[in-house]
DNA sequence: CAGTATCCTGTGAGATACTG
DNA sequence: CAGTATCTCACAGGATACTG
């Protein structure tokens, strides 16, 4: 049996979250939803740029993932709410703490990038 | 102004961060490099099926933010030492948060996940 | 040993248009 | 409103071979 979470291994489940929360649109779809849940149009606002394709694939992951809940209501026109599971909301104190470590640091790499560049 | 840090913002620097560690083998150097010092091919060997030159993109990267510095022996052979920065290894901070949160909660994501391929 | 140099491919993601 | 359906493309990443 595997270490059950060897950084080196290629299919440690660790890189399933360091890859969901890398990808280009994850993180603001659930900061956009760490507040309060919103519906598909209120997302695609709320992200510029997002297309409805793109928006919906992420949505899916994040579903298939049971960090996102959806909830479809029987009304016309239709209304769908999308809200944090409550496993995604656990996953908000691990952002915030790469948040946090961004604020005190990002200016750093900033600059050190800026320096290579050069 | 913009806020500094609008996760909303496609230019938020944290973002930097997020797709620096979400990529493919970021993570493998730095976890290579948390404990000590290691030369080219060790890191090569270290870490199973990177490619020469995908190593060397992900090394210059992790120069490039400032990570990670480089130090080339004049000897024959040559010999180069890669290691963490002091901001390098304060990154393993919040990665260890990530990584605390793996360990917790994984297991619901996989079951989610197979729950939603069924 | 520590990389370069080429070539190649999959797929994440965007643009655009359409529908139950 | 809440998505689908196509089409397209750039580019991260891989395979393989070579070099100061």
């Known amino acids: 049996m595997d270490e059950p979470f060897d950084v ?10 360091l890859q969901r929360i890398g990808d280009r649109w994850s993180m603001f779809v659930i900061a956009a939803l760490s507040t309060r849940p919103m519906r598909f149009t209120q997302l695609k606002n709320r992200i510029g740029g997002i297309t409805p394709k793109v928006l919906t694939e992420t ?4 579903q298939a993932d049971g960090l996102v ?3 479809a209501f029987a009304e ?5 709410e999308y809200r944090l599971t409550p496993l ?3 996953l908000l104190e691990p952002i915030n703490a790469i948040r946090a470590w961004a604020e005190a640091n990002v200016p750093q790499v900033l600059e050190a990038r800026a320096r290579a560049d050069a």
Chains 1, 2 share one sequence.
Do not use: E, H, K, T
């Not at 949505?59 to 994040?62: E, M, P, S, T, V």
């Not at 016309?76 to 769908?80: L, Q, Y």
């Open 76 to 80: 016309m026109p239709p209304r769908v």
């Open 59 to 62: 949505l899916r992951a994040l």
């Open 69 to 71: 809940a959806r909830r």
């Open 8 to 17: 080196f291994g290629v299919d440690c489940p660790s890189r399933v979250i």
């Open 88 to 90: 995604g909301l656990s």
